[in-house]
């Protein structure tokens, strides 16, 4: 490989090697191959390098070298991203962070974790549960996706409905800037003082800071729990469902639904015993004291049989209720088991669309020729439609890759978003200039000037250029035209 990288490149390494001892470097294509994507499988790319380090200390001395040599930087975790964010740039050093894996500090009256950014988000629960506590964001990833990564995606998952999302449950975390200076942003008091940074880094992707330490708040274990699991003969009548529960001032700890293609595939691989015959079915947890399970559980079921549940399984018992949510937890995996590939798409709308957006994207999969599986929390209007596509059969990607931009347009025109939980990264760069006018793009580009004038942070991710929007002519759907024709009905 050396062969191939210019004289600067090799003065870079050389210095690069003089802070790292050698098995924390990786070179050489067939090292660096693991590294070439992220969830996104379909964009790939090597990087200059892949760096390991295990501590604060060599994340900084990297960051230092890479902002004098001006070499650009791909910060990653588990890589179970799923919109190219963690794909590397073909000359930048490829910065992952899982060997920074400790828990460093469990305060139990304070009720916080002080961890590193690579460690598991399962492993902060699985580590605060025999003192009564976890950590309510869960990703369907969590028993690989790492705390640093959440960050960089503001990650939710089941529970978010009620517990909310990683900005929410984040109370402080250390970040270095590209030029290697550690900023410590938000703290446990109610308010640190300044302005408040924290929201800002949270979900910004990598784009202005390396997260070195985190500070989480932990939650006391629920006194009961049950899940109910309610089989439908529409997917409409499942989502009037959901928005009356949520309408009526029920909060459930999650809220969850699939469509009939999401149930047979969870269902074939996890055996989870849901209804293959449904059209839709809802899994609803609720938490809480013993005496106020009683009195939601009964609401919860008056609301599903008014909305036409037929068939309606309640689970007590921890072993049952761990295994319907195994098969939500598994229907990414599932599905992927259907086709030979699948598109994760990732937005969100308000649950009072969500029949309607449903019926329109299962219109434009019959004129696709694409198979779509849905599954989504259904309580706060995030979406994951997944379309099965073969990538060998020529034009399948393609159609698959425009099928997508629509949902997104989709998203928006009815009032959500591109984006709930799994970033723009690449995947998203278009669909940006949907969400966004100019000026609202302009000012993320001066947010990221401010935190990073060299533009070194991963470089070409999650907020595109006004001119690559100009050239799409798809700015922007709240102020004038929209990208589609077949969207103005919404």
Request: charge should be negative; hydrophobic fraction near 45%; aromatic fraction near 4%.
């Amino acid at each position: 490989m050396s062969n191939q990288l210019t004289e600067a490149q090799q003065a870079f390494l050389r210095e690069v090697r003089e802070v790292l001892p050698a098995e924390r470097l990786r070179l050489g294509a067939e090292a660096l191959a693991p590294y070439e994507c992220d969830g996104l499988s379909v964009l790939r790319e090597l990087p200059l390098c892949v760096v390991l380090p295990q501590d604060r200390r060599e994340v900084e001395a990297v960051l230092r070298l890479c902002h004098r040599h001006g070499v650009p930087v791909v910060p990653r975790g588990a890589g179970t991203g799923l919109s190219g964010g963690a794909r590397p740039v073909a000359g930048a050093v490829l910065l992952s962070l899982a060997r920074m894996n400790r828990i460093l500090a469990l305060d139990l009256e304070n009720r916080t974790a002080r961890v590193e950014p690579g460690v598991r988000n399962l492993a902060i629960s699985e580590a605060a549960r025999p003192h009564g506590l976890y950590y309510a964001p869960d990703p369907s990833s969590q028993i690989a996706c790492t705390i640093g990564g959440n960050i960089a995606e503001n990650s939710g998952g089941v529970h978010c409905l009620k517990y909310g999302l990683t900005v929410h449950n984040v109370l402080a975390v250390d970040v270095l800037t590209a030029a290697g200076e550690l900023l410590q942003l938000g703290g446990l008091g109610p308010d640190a003082p300044g302005y408040d940074l924290l929201p800002l880094f949270i979900g910004s992707e990598g784009l202005l800071g390396i997260v070195v330490e985190v500070t989480v708040r932990l939650l006391p274990v629920p006194d009961d729990t049950v899940v109910l699991l309610a089989a439908y003969d529409s997917v409409a009548a499942a989502a009037q469902t959901v928005s009356a529960i949520i309408a009526a001032g029920i909060i459930p700890a999650g809220l969850e639904m699939m469509d009939r293609l999401a149930i047979e595939a969870a269902e074939a691989y996890v055996h989870a015993g849901y209804p293959t015959a449904a059209a839709a079915i809802l899994l609803c947890e609720l938490d809480g004291s013993e005496e106020e399970l009683v009195q939601r559980e009964e609401e919860v079921m008056a609301f599903l049989r008014q909305h036409g549940a037929t068939d309606i399984r309640v689970a007590h018992d921890p072993q049952l209720r761990a295994l319907l949510w195994k098969g939500r937890k598994a229907a990414f995996p599932a599905v992927g088991r259907m086709a030979p590939d699948y598109y994760c798409m990732d937005g969100t709308i308000p649950r009072s669309r969500l029949a309607e957006v449903l019926d329109q994207i299962q219109l434009w999969s019959q004129e696709y020729g694409l198979a779509v599986a849905n599954v989504f929390h259904a309580g706060d209007g995030n979406l994951h439609p997944l379309i099965l596509y073969d990538a060998n059969e020529s034009g399948q990607l393609a159609a698959t890759e425009s099928f997508g931009q629509r949902i997104s347009g989709l998203c928006v025109a009815v009032g959500g978003s591109i984006t709930g939980e799994h970033g723009v990264g690449v995947e998203k760069l278009d669909s940006m200039c949907v969400q966004f006018s100019a000026a609202e793009l302009a000012q993320m580009h001066q947010v990221k000037a401010a935190c990073d004038p060299l533009g070194l942070l991963n470089p070409g991710k999650a907020v595109p250029t006004l001119h690559r929007c100009a050239e799409l002519g798809a700015m922007h759907v709240h102020g004038g035209a929209l990208p589609f024709p077949d969207l103005e009905r919404f």
